[in-house]
């Protein structure tokens, strides 16, 4: 069994946690980036994996140059395809705390040619995990074809390919722009795009170039453009209600929707399709702040909580740093800033609780007492991260002001719709446990399977929760959610065995 | 120069993937749509979330069984079959 040691374990490799990983190791820390993909970047910055992939018109942002470097730079050790499945700390001595990490296999194959290393430990960790998609359940969403934007993303920008060939692209949200654009660009017909919240490509750039935002205001008319070249609609206002099909998706029924996204009646139309894809955000990853303890900040009229950070992304843990969407969901630009700031809090955290010890393996300038030049650049440094921030933060809150969460979708489902798709839990049996006395998520799990699965509730989750608040006429707050239990990921009961 | 293309059988019928590829976007590139029927009703699933957030693409490969078909890159000779066994007593 072998261990692998660090001054800090990033976990993720999106913009926060590559920007994280660079600022501590260009700081001197002996740096482990663990991270569940083939290659850095993340979902937002997915980088080909075939070569059709590569041959794939690229829309959307990419990954800035400047993280590049994260790629073979001497302090980083980067874990592809792997994922954490335990974590726990301890104290280390001298104030300090040593944190433990249990790696496996991301798509849970055998010998699937990633590190051969079972632990990390280290004596601070950066928590960069990102954020998981929310679907909401309609008639038919989980017949195949049926899938989320981001796989749509995923294939399309990793592995070159398509899920259908005339497709539906229904939501809400901001990605659901890019996602389509590229989809059209790589010749598949896409027969609508359905925002089911009043916003329009006009009312982004409008709200962009008021906030002085150029750069998405230049984003969103190149999104616009390919859209118009290729005929695709924009609709605010409208909603993929329902999908039939034998054995897989071959209908979808859209249907116009209020402001609180209940179905216009008689507004709904079967349109033939062969995927169907649906996005309505995203909600903070927060399997490993849980398990390590970290506190929470709920989001008003958000079905998740978001890990609690200060200034310097310190979470509520000493020795735990937070960046990117766990922080709350506000894009790949502000995950970046925070990437840095908590990269550089990490190993400001490690000079002042362990001064008096080395750092692992440490070959030079950063972490020692600097010199008084060294450390006025580093103070300017994050003193431009900071001010970006702000301004980073002020259009992702603007954006994040357009899409609100509402809960008329309740009405799409039926008592046969399922709502967890991993224990085949149907609306019908919610509401039944509802009626029997369940007033919150956990009970409600507790009686209908729903969310037991193997998912452990990441997709049904947020519906849930939403699905009881209203079934219990209380707010999101008052019903709790799912929760997280240690283990991470499906091990097999050998690697548990093995662990001990 | 053109790579080769990797060769694996899904349920016994064989099929060619490109190199890097998933056994999911391998699948779906072949028109395959499904790969797992559910334990409860039998319904059939195949690529959800693309990402290994959803496990709904549960697939069998060789020895290994209920991996994630978005995650597992195809390897030349993989035998793929369709996952009936999650969760099922054998």
């Known amino acids: 069994m072998s261990t692998l040691v660090a001054d800090v374990a990033v976990v993720g490799a999106g913009p926060a946690g590559v920007a994280a990983a660079l600022a501590a190791a260009d700081l001197g820390a002996q740096v482990v980036l663990v991270d569940a993909g083939q290659a850095v970047g993340g979902q937002i910055y997915r980088q080909p994996a075939t070569a059709a992939a590569a041959g794939v018109t690229a829309v959307g942002p990419k990954m800035p140059r400047r993280l590049d470097r994260v790629v ?125 919240n009043p916003v329009t490509l006009g009312t982004v750039a409008r709200g962009a170039r008021l906030a002085g935002f150029t750069k998405k205001v230049g984003e969103a008319a190149g999104y616009a453009r390919i859209l118009g070249q290729k005929r695709v609609p924009v609709r605010a206002g409208y909603a993929v209600t329902e999908c039939s099909g034998d054995g897989q998706v071959e209908r979808a029924v859209v249907s116009r929707v209020d402001r609180d ?22 909600s903070p990853a927060l399997e490993l702040p849980r398990l390590l303890g970290c506190a929470e900040l709920a989001q008003p009229g958000r079905p998740s909580a978001k890990v609690w950070c200060d200034a310097d992304q310190a979470t509520s843990q ?183 | 120069m053109r790579a080769e293309r990797v060769r694996f059988t899904f349920d016994g019928r064989p099929l060619t993937a490109e190199p890097g590829q998933t056994v999911g976007a391998a699948l779906l590139a072949a028109g395959v749509r499904s790969w797992r029927r559910t334990r409860a009703g039998g319904r059939p699933r195949g690529l959800f979330c693309g990402i290994g957030a959803c496990f709904d693409c549960l697939v069998d490969v060789n020895d290994d069984r209920a991996v994630r078909a978005c995650l597992v890159p195809v390897r030349d000779g993989d035998q793929v079959r369709t996952s009936e066994s999650v969760g099922v007593d054998r």
Request: aromatic content about 6%; proline content about 4%; hydrophobic content about 45%.
């Open chain 1, 72 to 196: 073979g730079h001497p302090r980083i050790k980067h874990l592809p395809g792997t994922v954490v499945w335990q974590a726990v700390s301890r104290a280390g001595g001298a104030g300090g705390v040593e944190f433990r990490l249990w790696l496996t296999s991301a798509s849970g194959r055998t010998e699937a040619g990633r590190s051969e290393a079972e632990h990390v430990v280290a004596r601070a960790v950066v928590v960069a995990s990102g954020a998981s998609e929310v679907v909401l359940p309609f008639p038919g969403w989980e017949l195949p074809g049926v899938t989320t934007v981001g796989a749509a993303q995923a294939l399309l920008k990793g592995q070159g390919v398509v899920a259908g060939r005339r497709v539906l692209v229904a939501g809400s949200g901001p990605l659901l722009l890019p996602a389509a654009a590229g989809l059209a660009e790589a010749g598949v017909e896409v027969v609508a795009v359905l925002e089911a």
């Open chain 1, 261 to 282: 996204w209940r179905v216009v009646p008689g507004s709904g139309r079967s349109l033939a399709v062969d995927a169907v894809h649906v996005s309505f955000g995203f």
């Open chain 1, 318 to 500: 000493a020795g735990v740093f937070a960046a990117g969407e766990t922080t709350g969901v506000a894009g790949a630009e502000v995950a970046e800033l925070e990437g840095y700031l908590g990269g550089v809090s990490a190993v400001r955290y490690l000079r002042k609780t362990r001064p008096e010890v080395s750092l692992f393996n440490m070959d030079g300038e950063g972490l020692r007492a600097g010199s008084g030049e060294q450390d006025g650049q580093e103070v300017r440094a994050v003193q431009r991260v900071r001010a970006a921030l702000v301004r980073a933060r002020r259009f992702a809150d603007g954006l994040d002001a357009l899409y609100p969460w509402r809960d008329g979708w309740l009405e799409w489902a039926r008592p046969e719709t399922i709502l967890c798709r991993c224990e085949e839990v149907a609306w019908g049996a919610i509401e039944a446990a509802v009626a029997d006395g369940a007033r919150d998520v956990r009970a409600v799990k507790g009686v209908t399977r729903c969310g037991m699965g193997y998912c452990q509730g990441r997709v049904c989750g947020p519906a849930l929760q939403q699905a009881v608040a209203a079934a219990t006429r209380q707010g999101l707050s008052g019903v709790g959610d799912l929760g997280s239990r240690p283990v991470m990921a499906p091990v097999s009961l050998g690697t548990i065995a093995g662990s001990a």
